[in-house]
């Protein structure tokens, strides 16, 4: 069906929708909604003014049919509230690329992405006619987790929440696979001691790099040199461990550094000691970020592709919501950047990151 070009001076509405396809407004509502029985060429002439006109049925009127805004919120760890609240939050790669991806994914089926900080409340909650949220690196006893089903609303989240059997609504990379590739590789670049630089908390991501860095270090009969490190002060507390690590009598050749926060303060404990990355001590990190590809020299990381699990979750999130069915949970792939910080043996170098 062709029609003559119309200019519109405001957006179209679902009579203009009806007046257009010569039907009524509560038929092209059932054409859209998908009830009653419609005739497929009458279908197919409703569905073809919708794109003609560009037609999107308002927020509003959806709020009153399914009881829903349309408006998702976006959480980052509790143990990343007095950052926050210093501001940290926006400096973080991984959580405003997680972020950045939801919110295009959210825009994509119609929703809105709400940044919330993680000290929101559930009159936070009510006040925004939040409809559901994506909670980042949930705890094991997570506080977020415990207010959106105390509120009854649905949640996604990015990585699992430990200890929580039979939860499946969560997106998350394989930590397993990707730590056990980084350590495969320092060994293969001559790394005979490797200590870990992790994160203090019993969130999935940090618990499952520790556990494979355990069991990659039995394999190999080496004794596992391990440095729980707190999320709070990062680079003054890594500049600390690191130089305890370094002052010992046997000392690591190489530091997998977990937190992309933490590289920078072994690095700095490198230099003052005079020690040479890579060729005396490797450095690598298990979350790429600008800093590690900054830093001199370029450090070494797994870039676990923040953007695709926002985006991925964001999707899951909606599908809940919809009440349509979706794979659950999701595992996304990575990427291991191979930088100056671990590279020893001669050979063709990788190609610079983009800028």
Known sequence: MTWPATRRL??????????????????VSHVLNDKGRIKDATRERVLAA?????????????????????????LVPTFEAPAALRGRLTSLDVYMSQATGAAQAAFVDDHALVLLPPTASASDLHGLGIDGGIICDPASDDDLVALFESMELPIVTIERQPGRAGFEWFVGADNAASTRQLLDHMEDEGARRVALMYVDLPIAWALECRATYESWSAERGMEPLLAGLSPHDPQR???????SLLDLADSPDAILALDERFPSGVIRAARERGIVIPSDLMVATGIDSHEARAATPAVTAIDIHPDVQGAAAAAMLVARLQDVSVEAPQVTQTTLNVRDSTLRSPGPRPPADAP
């Not at 507390?237 to 130089?243: C, D, F, G, L, R």
């Open 10 to 27: 405001s957006p179209a509405t679902i009579k203009d929708v009806a007046r257009l396809a010569e039907v009524s407004p509560t038929t």
């Open 50 to 74: 919708v794109a003609r006109l560009d037609y999107n049925p308002s927020r509003a009127a959806r709020a009153l049919r399914t009881k829903r805004n349309g408006t998702l919120a976006f």
């Open 237 to 243: 507390t890594a500049y600390s461990v690191a130089s």
